[in-house]
């Protein structure tokens, strides 16, 4: 027993060492053209520090992507870039992508600049040097709800900075409660015209699919896109809270012979992981087909207290990652086993670093980037401005799961 215990502190001691803190801040800072404009902004509302949540990112070379949604008012810039280039500055300002203009809300009776982006959860690097933003229109969420723009996909060429294609969801994508927080990109370097996307609707409980070639979209339905009504029980950093979040992460598994992939999914509010492959999602014919339910397979249940908000896929481990929120970590499960909790390892935890660990992002370089936010304490009561609220960190993938039952 003593044995035991002490093997397990010399594992959580590596497991630790993996993982480097790059950015942590108190509160976010915007790197504003001047002083006085940033002055203005306060006096005027149009910025209120202590609302911008950091929620999403991405990695792209030397810029870190962080979206910061339209949850309350006062929100600098929704989508943000950090420099990578060294030295890195621990509380760098975050940088508005592709410039402040395209993230300033459109006065009324303005229309939206064509570029422009109200409010992101998260956004998606591709192998063709693209950034995917899926944009929910939707200004001061909590508050008054103001949709500015329709809910759109906007593709920005990262090479270039411009946007290259904006997509409004057609109304039949979406129903009255309908939200659309994340996005994955279905492509590979060589044939970068024959894109999907997958967005998960977690109010509403569906999958769309965008075709770049077509150009047009359709939903997919399933019972495995809602949440379990008794795993919506939530307790983190110290706030309890009952969510109804259906499904909400998802990963591409690596390209199989017959040149489709799996995409594994999960409910928010829910312990197991699903899977389906994308023969089934990319033809509009039989992704919306009702008796394509038996396609959808059940992965396994990952245990109690695992719920997961994101998930990314390492090709070269085979190993899926999942945010653990009630568990102050990431999880890792090579899907060669079965998925069960014996299999389902964690790779970090911290009661109090990885608070809510809200995106995780597995870069070209295999490093896994995890984000936490405190997002239960920022919603419901408000975070402490003298302490570190939100963190960035970066990990090593073969590191991490070392010495995990993941690795091969
Ligand atoms: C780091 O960035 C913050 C915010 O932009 C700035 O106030 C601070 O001076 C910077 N620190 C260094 C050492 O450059
Ligand atoms: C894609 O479709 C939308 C409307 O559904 C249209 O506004 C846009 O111009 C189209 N883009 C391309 C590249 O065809
Ligand atoms: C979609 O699936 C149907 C039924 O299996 C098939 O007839 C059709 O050719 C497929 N379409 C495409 C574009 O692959
Ligand atoms: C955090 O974790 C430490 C070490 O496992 C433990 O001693 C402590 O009680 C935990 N704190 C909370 C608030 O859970």
Redesign the pocket.
Known sequence: MWKLSFLLVIGLLEIQAAVDEIFAWNEL?FDWPNNEIKDEAIKSGQYVPENNLPLGLDRWKDKLFVTVPRWKAGIAASLNFLPLNSPI?K???LIPYPSWKANTLPESGQTPEENQIVSTFRVKVDACDRLWVMDTGLADILGEGKQVSPQAILVFDLKTDKLIRRYNLKPTDYKEDSFFANIVVDVSADKCDEAFAYLPDLGAYSLVVYSWSENDSWRVKHNFFHFDPLKGDFNVGGVNFQWTDGVFGLALGPQQETGFRTLYFHPLASTREFSVSTQVLKNKTVATDPHSYYLFKIEGNRGDLTQASASDFDEKSNVLFLTQLNRDGVACWNPKKPLNPQNLDLVVQDNQTLIFTNDIKIDSDRNLWILSDKMPAFLYKGLNPSEVNYRIFKANIDELIKNTGCSA
Do not use: H, M, V
């Open positions: 800072s500055n509380t760098s300002s």
